[in-house]
């Protein structure tokens, strides 16, 4: 990177916050891809279908200590979003549609689905 170029060093990092609000599509992605990794981490595919206001520990999908910490590594790996480390009291994980909404506006460029 040439640090004379205009604009060069600026802006936001990997996973740090974008300005305004994620896109509907940006949302949706990580919603189902959220989805799909618990359904394969599971072996449930009924949560494939997950709505968003559905309780990850407890309630439809029941989470344990280990497929939680499961699905915050692959968070990590896939979006750039440490969730545990950026939401010290884990009130992302509340519900689908909360974790979805909390790592889509943290999210950066380069994470995939």
Same mark, same amino acid.
């Given at each position: 990177m040439?640090?004379?170029?205009?604009?060069?060093g600026?802006g936001?990092? @990997?996973?740090?916050p974008?300005?305004? $609000?994620?896109? =509907?599509?940006?949302?949706?992605?990580?919603? #189902?891809?959220?989805?799909?990794f618990?359904?394969?981490?599971?072996g +449930?595919? =009924?949560l494939?279908?997950?709505?968003?206001?559905?309780?990850?520990?407890?309630?439809?999908?029941?989470? #344990?200590? !280990?497929t939680?910490?499961? !699905?915050?590594?692959?968070i990590?790996r +896939?979006?750039?979003?440490?969730?545990?480390? =950026?939401?010290?009291?884990?009130?992302?994980l509340?519900? !689908?549609?909360?974790l979805?909404?909390?790592?889509?506006? +943290?999210?950066? $460029?380069?994470?995939? @689905?």
């Amino acid at each position: 990177m040439n640090p004379a170029a205009p604009g060069a060093g600026h802006g936001p990092g @990997p996973g740090a916050p974008r300005a305004g $609000p994620p896109g =509907e599509d940006g949302l949706a992605a990580v919603t #189902d891809g959220l989805r799909a990794f618990l359904a394969s981490a599971t072996g +449930r595919d =009924e949560l494939r279908h997950l709505p968003p206001g559905a309780a990850l520990f407890g309630g439809a999908v029941g989470l #344990d200590s !280990l497929t939680g910490t499961l !699905l915050l590594r692959e968070i990590q790996r +896939r979006y750039g979003v440490d969730v545990a480390g =950026e939401d010290l009291n884990l009130d992302s994980l509340a519900t !689908l549609g909360t974790l979805a909404a909390f790592v889509a506006q +943290r999210a950066g $460029p380069g994470a995939r @689905p």
